[in-house]
């Protein structure tokens, strides 16, 4: 029998008889391999271990330790799921079902209404499934083939004739269960270590709200319960840690149906906050030379127009008319409501004519903007329709820009440490559809790359992922918890200094566009913010807190001392409460644990004699007592 030769990662060649599978190479290289595999990778191609091998092709072996072996796990037990519903509701019509970035989920027509109670059930018949150990089979097959298979399955009909004509139809079988499907599958159910049902949500087929609305079951899968363990266990620790609950809680904001879907309302411990990050950041950046700018919230359509986002953003924005003549002779004029500050600081620009010696300018501003998210997709102030954006633009020249890019990113990396995350970068390159020449595109991301490089940054090629008008770093953080959360962005933009004619004066006095830099550092600070608090579990750090130490007398005569000890403290900058209630000591400690105070300052008799005061903080608790010229230097140190 003649053989083939397949290529490894690590570029040496196995020899393999003809016809030989991904499963027959892992085989071959040895059992504890073989015994480990999930799939293969065939000319950097996801397939199956039963995918049959060609001459010269690169092949990987992809196992539960592999990028993509959890998610392939994830979409096979969707797929059981999906066949225990059908056991348990003969009739069921099946639409999707992918894998997610946390498990997987199936939306099905059903003539009933699925709830939580139905949970035990499904997870009963899909044990009984796995239990079988029934291997998944990938077939291909014709347009009519496919069509007699699913003649009961009427979104399966549906998605079949909209097909491509060429298109290979192939499906995989599980059991008397069979799908639509791509893949790849794991071999055979064994490989499914733990998994658990999570939520029902309500879908529209396709998408659409105008189709029928389909039930979604959500779940999740690992390999080992060990992960399964962890992962529920990360969970609950989110959901204690979720801004919204802890946002509520500690009096930070709120959001009111009247008011309006997605307009968080600060109340005065959040808009401390806010300020205070406002206030710090804004001292860094008057020493790194920005100059604060203040733009309107609203702008004639023209600006929009002008900008681009008329045409291409206009669904995401609020437009409305104002009458600028009288009511017996109206004149209509169409405004929109600002969705990013960069026009605004672009006319600024605009207002003088610059010469190549002042340049770089930078020019900065806390801007709320205001975008129109679908009410689905707002989430408390992770994603919100009104927002503030800690902005800044840069105009300088192309010899500037490296220089310029890595001062923005020195001053991401001073924040991150601040707030204490870990983090990376991805750089953006250039989208299928995009503006500018090739030779812009090559130079702004080698600039990119360069100062990223520069500054020691790890980081990751995001290919195509850039915005339109040009390359783009984003900064992400990771928590408390290891999730990751994008923060941070630096972009280059073609796009507003050549439809707003932004020129500069050269050496030799002729006109050159300037490059433009796009930077948020916090992004939005709503969601800096959100993160920050789930991050700490709403324990600030002492110079962000709202409240940086409460003061609990311990009766009533104690009351004035406290009071003088909060007018000092106040007096160095402090924010500082007494808890002067009628209540128990216990209550007044656990209120202020609550609350996440940094310190609990307590006053008696002793601590009036000896003018001091008895310091728990919240973590490490009693730290004894001290005079209170030395608790006023911790308070003062803290202060923005």
């Given amino acids: 029998m003649s053989t083939i030769s397949v290529i490894l990662p690590d570029n040496s060649t196995r020899e393999l008889e003809e016809g030989a599978t991904v499963a027959d190479l892992a085989a071959a290289i040895g059992a504890g391999l073989a015994k480990a595999a999930v799939a293969g990778k065939i000319d950097g191609e996801l397939v199956g271990l039963d995918a049959p091998l060609a001459d010269g092709a690169q092949v990987e072996i992809v196992t539960k330790t592999s990028p993509e072996g959890l998610g392939i796990l994830r979409h096979s037990t969707a797929h059981i799921m999906a066949e225990a519903v059908q056991e348990l509701f003969p009739g069921a019509q099946i639409a999707f079902g992918p894998q997610t970035d946390d498990g997987f989920f199936y939306d099905f027509g059903l003539t009933e209404n699925l709830s939580s109670d139905d ?57 008397d269960f069979v799908d639509l499907c791509k893949g790849p599958h794991i071999p055979s159910s064994r490989k499914i270590g733990a998994f658990k049902l999570m939520k029902l949500a309500g879908a529209y087929w396709k998408g659409d709200a105008e189709n029928e609305q389909l039930q979604r079951l959500y779940g999740t899968a690992f390999f080992d319960k060990k992960d399964m363990k962890e992962y529920l266990f990360m969970l609950e620790e989110a959901e204690k840690r979720d801004h919204r609950k802890l946002g509520r809680e500690l009096g930070i904001y709120m959001m009111d149906e009247e008011a309006g879907v997605g307009l968080p309302l600060y109340l005065p411990a959040g808009a401390r906050i806010i300020r205070i990050m406002q206030e710090w950041l804004r001292k860094e950046l008057y020493r790194r030379g920005y100059e604060e700018v203040i733009t309107p919230h609203i702008y004639k359509a023209d600006v929009w127009k002008t900008s ?211 930077r948020a550092l916090f992004g939005s600070i709503e969601r800096f913010l959100g993160i920050l608090i789930e991050h700490t579990s709403g324990n600030l750090p002492l110079w962000l807190a709202p409240t940086q130490a409460v003061i609990i007398p311990i009766a009533d005569r104690h009351v004035e001392a406290a009071e003088q000890v909060a007018a000092e403290l106040r007096a160095h900058g402090g924010r500082v409460e007494v808890y002067e209630q009628n209540e128990p000591m216990r209550v007044k400690i656990a209120k202020a644990q609550g609350q996440r105070v940094p310190y609990m300052l307590v006053i008696g008799d002793k601590e009036v004699e000896n003018g001091e005061v008895a310091v728990r903080e919240r973590h490490e608790g009693d730290l004894g007592s001290m005079k209170l010229e030395y608790f006023t230097k911790i308070i003062e140190e803290a202060q923005v």
């Fill in 308 to 518: 681009g986002h008329y045409g291409y953003y206009k669904d995401n924005m609020y437009f409305f008319e104002i009458n600028e003549g009288s009511d017996e002779e109206p004149r209509l004029s169409e405004y929109g409501v600002k969705p990013m500050n960069c026009p605004g600081h672009v006319i600024l620009y605009k207002n003088d004519i610059h010469s190549y010696r002042e340049l770089p300018i930078r020019y900065f501003e806390f801007g709320t903007v205001y975008r129109h998210e679908m009410s689905g997709a707002v989430h408390g102030l992770m994603r919100a329709r009104g927002f503030t954006q800690d902005d800044a633009h840069v105009f300088c020249r192309e010899d500037q820009v490296v220089d310029e890019v890595c001062a923005i990113l020195d001053l991401a990396d001073s924040i991150m440490k601040e707030f204490g995350f870990e983090y990376m970068a991805e750089i953006s390159t250039r989208p299928e559809k995009s503006i500018g020449t090739d030779e812009m595109w090559e130079k702004a991301e080698s600039f990119l790359r360069e100062a990223i490089e520069r500054r020691g940054i790890p980081y990751e090629i995001n290919p195509g992922d850039g915005a339109f008008y040009g390359p783009k770093i984003d900064i992400k953080v990771k928590d408390a918890l290891g999730r990751w959360w994008q923060c941070s962005t630096v972009q280059v933009d073609f796009n507003l200094p050549e439809r707003f004619d932004v020129t500069y004066r050269t050496a030799d006095n002729t006109s050159e566009r300037p490059w433009m830099l796009h």
């Fill in 119 to 175: 949970f035990e059930a499904i997870e009963a018949k899909m044990k009984e499934i796995i239990k079988k150990d029934e291997p998944f089979v990938r077939e291909v097959v014709t347009r009519d083939e496919a069509k007699e298979i699913f003649k009961d399955q009427k979104f399966k009909l549906e998605h079949i004739d909209d097909l491509p004509e060429d298109a290979e139809i192939s499906i995989y079988r599980h059991g």
